[in-house]
Nanobody, 123 residues
Framework: QVQLVESGGGAVQAGGSLRLSCAAS????????MGWFRQAPVKEREFVAVIRGSGTYTYYADSVKGRFTISRDNAKNTVYLQMNNLKLEDTAVYYC????????????????WGQGTQVTVSS
């Protein structure tokens, strides 16, 4: 099975930047759509971004579009989430996920999940 391990989370002041990484092992990384989701305390998990296996297509939640960038390096079996101009409401645990062909913004479309990495944005 595919294993996913996130890293790069931490504490940052509003307006700052972080880059999250998700390292994958097992399976064929390039065959998966890779998504990022996040979940704040007492809130439901929400979609953040997705990238096709080829890296030629990306889609973002409106709340992060223009600030976050998803990318992948298939040679390194790694997907990234560059987060710029962070806001207080971006505070959450961020999860990466590997999905089947066509996986989009619904979490049921993703088969494998990492354990998450905490991002805390403060004023």
């Amino acid at each position: 099975q595919v294993q996913l391990v996130e890293s790069g989370g931490g504490a940052v002041q509003a307006g700052g930047s972080l880059r999250l990484s998700c390292a994958a092992s097992g399976g064929t990384f390039s065959s998966y759509n890779m998504g990022w989701f996040r979940q704040a305390p007492v809130k439901e998990r929400e979609f953040v971004a997705v990238i096709r296996g080829s890296g030629t297509y990306t889609y973002y939640a409106d709340s992060v579009k223009g600030r976050f960038t998803i990318s992948r390096d298939n040679a390194k079996n790694t997907v990234y989430l560059q987060m710029n101009n962070l806001k207080l409401e971006d505070t959450a645990v961020y999860y990466c996920a590997a999905g089947r062909v066509g996986a989009y913004y619904s979490d049921y479309q993703y088969d494998y999940w990492g354990q998450g990495t905490q991002v805390t944005v403060s004023s």
